[in-house]
């Protein structure tokens, strides 16, 4: 068992939008990549905003908290505008957001942790309430248990060893679902993160902004990228360019999250073209940058939809 991932942690770095009224469920299914009318109460959603274009502007892990409310939880950094812009479609749908963010304590489990807090084993994405939090099971980092709690501000957290937040973020890099932060905000498409392969997108739903690119990616071959896992020396940073030794002129990647790991050095989950997997060196940050060692994600990629 790794100790370095293993206890609880308050996520600081997260926040939550509220979509309450008799159309918040309809509302959410013609925005998402992710189906939203037909969550139950037994399952969370990860799932995508994305523009025109395909691109992930947010992303989210989303909860039904009745049957008509839903409970959004994505990266602070972004709520802001991200709230602002789905405001905007709301019309004439009897649906309202807000930023509920004070009102919600976010803990991440991990470890012992989950162990202590779930009394059986799990998926990802499934959800179980105990008490007033609402525990969701995430995907394992080096095949550690990973939950994140959601309750209401004020409560108790979750029983467990305090954990460190960086070691929280370090495991979410290690478990290769990357969430959508501002340097990166329209610059990829779901898969060229895997989305579609962790439970993000949803091929059988109605429309929603994107998904006719989103769609041609998965169906008729075209996508050039996809998320591995990256380990190096030097620190790195989201939004960071990455090269490979056959091309100086082009990057051939981007960093979509990175922490610092606990053993020594940074990890990262890095966007790269598909010929950069092959072989040959990638760099990061110029072509003669600190050379980063990839493995492959975690989790097998989907192959058939």
């Known amino acids: 068992m790794t100790d370095a991932l293993n206890g609880v942690t308050p996520l600081s770095h997260l926040g939550v939008i509220v979509v309450e009224g008799d159309d918040a ?3 959410l299914q013609g925005q998402m990549t992710q189906d939203f009318a037909l969550l139950d109460m037994a399952h969370a959603r990860l799932s995508a905003y994305c523009t025109a274009k395909g691109r992930m502007q947010a992303s989210f892990i989303g909860i039904r908290t009745a049957p008509t409310a839903f409970l959004l939880v994505m990266s602070r950094d ?17 649906a309202r957001l807000r930023d509920a ?17 779930l009394p059986a084993a799990g998926e990802p994405w ?15 980092a080096d095949g550690q248990a990973r939950a994140l709690a959601i309750a209401p501000a004020g ?6 060893a305090t954990m460190d937040e960086s070691r929280w973020q370090w495991g979410d890099v290690r478990a290769g679902v990357a969430t959508i932060t501002a340097p990166i905000v329209e610059a990829l498409v779901p898969q060229m993160l895997n989305y579609e392969s962790v439970g993000g ?21 075209t996508l050039k990228r996809r998320a591995w896992l990256a380990h190096g020396d030097a620190p790195m940073s989201v939004g960071q360019e990455l090269f490979h ?11 979509a999250q990175a922490a610092a790991a606990p053993a020594g050095g940074w990890d990262a989950i ?36």
């Open 270 to 305: 890095v966007s790269l073209q598909l010929a950069a997997t092959a072989g040959g060196a990638v760099t990061l940050g110029a072509p003669d940058g600190p050379r980063l060692l990839l493995q492959p994600p975690p989790y097998p990629l989907l192959a058939d939809v």
């Open 245 to 255: 030794d056959s091309d100086a002129e082009q990057p051939c990647g981007v960093i």
């Open 201 to 221: 997108v949803n091929f059988k739903k109605g429309c929603y902004p994107g998904q006719e690119v989103v769609a041609r990616s998965q169906f008729r071959g």
């Open 101 to 117: 963010t004070p009102d919600h304590a976010l803990y991440g489990v991990a470890g012992d942790a989950v162990t202590r807090n």
């Open 78 to 94: 972004i709520l802001a505008p991200t709230l602002k812009r789905l405001s905007m479609f709301v019309l004439r749908a009897k």
């Open 25 to 27: 469920a309809t509302f």
């Open 155 to 160: 409560s108790a957290p979750p029983e467990g």
């Open 126 to 140: 499934d959800r179980m309430d105990i008490g007033p939090a609402s525990f969701v099971r995430l995907y394992p």
